[in-house]
């Protein structure tokens, strides 16, 4: 019998993002690796695998989470990242926070977050929760090649969990405010592409 999957993400880091020297100086942070996404896969029977508040947005406007479930998802994700954020300044003395637009317009970064965040919820809705694929054994190599495929093209975070962590350290370390940047293109955004991926899936696909 064929083991059921839920919708799961993970983005332990992003081709945007940087660390910040204790000097000032701006070094890249090295993205996650494909290969990495099939390890997380395996655990989404632990907790759901909503390891994205994208996805736990887009789930939750197709009726697969409660509101509650989701603010616990996305709160937990939040505190999973700082601590993630810290202990990388812990072990490198540098702070990470990601490269805000780098040479993009605010306009054309917030719309590729939107866009990059909803072809990667709709793939994800669309292999763990439509009855045509639902727990196909396939779901995981699809997941783990959709995301490397985005982080190759892209230039995004589709991570609001991320942002947020990166912000908090930030805050706790020099006491750094929230910008206008990354509140709209990295926390606001991903979570608008994931609502745009509940609403095309139901298109496409048919409310259940």
Request: aromatic share 8%; with cysteine; charged share 15%.
């Amino acid at each position: 019998m064929r083991k059921k999957h839920d919708p799961t993400n993970d983005r332990t880091g992003c081709q945007t993002g940087r660390r910040r020297s204790g000097n000032g100086e701006i070094l890249r942070a090295p993205g996650a690796h494909p290969a990495a996404q099939e390890e997380k896969l395996r655990l989404q029977g632990v907790s759901g695998g909503y390891y994205n508040p994208v996805l736990a947005v887009a789930a939750w406007m197709r009726g697969v989470l409660k509101v509650e479930e989701m603010l616990i998802y996305a709160g937990v994700q939040s505190v999973g990242a700082f601590l993630g954020v810290w202990l990388f300044k812990a072990l490198t003395h540098n702070v990470f926070m990601p490269d805000v637009m780098a040479d993009l317009s605010m306009g054309m970064a917030v719309l590729i977050e939107v866009l990059l965040a909803m072809v990667f919820a709709l793939v994800l809705l669309s292999v763990a929760t439509s009855k045509e694929y639902k727990g196909s054994v396939v779901n995981g190599a699809v997941m783990g090649l959709t995301l490397a495929a985005i982080l190759y093209i892209g230039s995004g975070i589709i991570n609001p969990a991320i942002a947020i962590g990166a912000y908090l350290g930030q805050l706790f370390s020099d006491g750094g405010s929230l910008s206008r940047e990354l509140l709209f293109v990295y926390i606001c955004s991903p979570l608008v592409g994931g609502a745009f991926a509940a609403l095309c899936y139901d298109y496409i696909h048919g409310k259940k």
